[in-house]
């Protein structure tokens, strides 16, 4: 089946990085998402990366790809309090008409000084 | 361009009412989606329109329907409300349904 997990909490101190982990279970998905949900808000997509890559890196974010292990990972640097928010990782998997996204439970980054 | 927008932001409903989330988007896009989201669980699927004219089931879809209006707007409508239904519901869209999906605010809806 379709199953997405990720750790509930994580804390870290402004200026360490955050390293964020997902496990998922279908191999055939297509790309895997990282989005961010601030209080009151809806989902706003951080980053993606293609299933046949392994890493990316966006500015102060980096995705690390383990295919093998079905395991993703989001690292924020320079961790801010405005980085305080619920992140989710979601997994695509192609429908006949549509891609499905699988998401996480979310994991709730509390940033502080 | 205002992205998806959704309405309303909050509703209070008793047992058995009904009602319409009403949900548009403005960048053109070809596929549009309900989602549900509880606490401790991530986002589940209840409809999606991969296309105008079209509607399919999610993963959740019991207790709902769903209407693609036109290209803009794609409504949910809950017949008579559960309690079982308090939620947080975000409408999405994308260009096809192969793309990033972007989100709308959510409505947070309360069934007493």
């Known amino acids: 089946g379709e199953d997405v997990e990720q750790s509930l909490f994580l804390s870290v101190r402004e200026g360490d990085s955050s390293v964020i982990n997902c496990t998922y279970t279908d191999s055939s998905s297509t790309y895997l998402y990282w989005y961010k949900q601030e209080p009151g808000a809806g989902l706003q997509l951080l980053t993606y990366i293609f299933s046949n890559m392994d890493m990316k890196q966006d500015q102060r974010l980096t995705v690390l790809l383990n295919k093998k292990d079905k395991h993703l990972s989001l690292r924020i640097a320079d961790t801010q309090t405005g980085d305080s928010a619920i992140y989710f990782c979601a997994e695509s998997i192609l429908a006949y008409n549509t891609d499905k996204l699988i998401f996480g439970t979310g994991t709730r980054l509390q940033v502080f000084p | 361009n205002a992205g998806v927008t959704q309405t309303p932001k909050f509703q209070v409903l008793k047992t058995g009412q009904s009602m319409t989330l009403q949900c548009a988007q403005d960048m053109n896009h070809n596929s549009m989606y309900w989602y549900r989201q509880d606490p401790g669980m991530g986002l589940r699927l209840i409809y999606y329109?991969?296309?105008?004219?079209?509607?399919d089931k999610g993963e959740v879809p019991n207790g709902y329907n769903v209407s693609r209006l036109n290209k803009r707007e794609f409504s949910l409508r809950l017949e008579s409300a559960a309690p079982s239904q308090t939620s947080v519901y975000f409408c999405a869209s994308s260009e096809t349904g192969y793309n990033e999906q972007f989100f709308g605010p959510g409505t947070r809806l309360t069934v007493l």
């Open positions: 329109s991969a296309s105008e004219g079209t509607t």
